[in-house]
Nanobody, 123 residues
């Protein structure tokens, strides 16, 4: 069974830090691009950060300079370190994976989502 299980959310004061974890089961990070999304009440879902199979990282404007994405292939886990948190970072954070599978010379992609973890930053 494919699963993404997030942890590490919580409540912090502005300026604080959190580290989100997302552990995958049923597939390998070696075959997948990984990402962190977030959705605040009334807002659209936003891509916060991603890391590709070959280790290339992407950060949305809101995350640049404050957040760091990393992965541990041995633990099949991806992390999002969030520093200098602001009240506007308050949202549900979702881990996502796009697994690539090759067959008959063709590549298929499968998307998976975690259940989300709440991050609340108070001023």
């Amino acid at each position: 069974e494919v699963q993404l299980v997030e942890s590490g959310g919580g409540s912090v004061q502005a300026g604080g830090s959190l580290r989100l974890s997302c552990t995958a089961s049923g597939f390998s990070l070696d075959d997948s691009d990984m990402g962190w999304y977030r959705q605040a009440p009334g807002n659209e879902c936003e891509l916060v950060s991603s890391i590709s199979i070959d280790g290339k990282t992407y950060y949305g404007d809101s995350a640049k300079g404050r957040f760091t994405i990393a992965q541990d292939h041995a633990k099949n886990t991806v992390y999002l370190r969030m520093n200098s948190l602001k009240p506007e970072d308050t949202a549900i954070y979702y881990c996502a994976a796009r697994q690539y599978v090759w067959g008959c010379g063709l590549r298929s992609a499968y998307d998976y989502w975690g259940q989300g973890t709440q991050v609340t930053v108070s001023s």
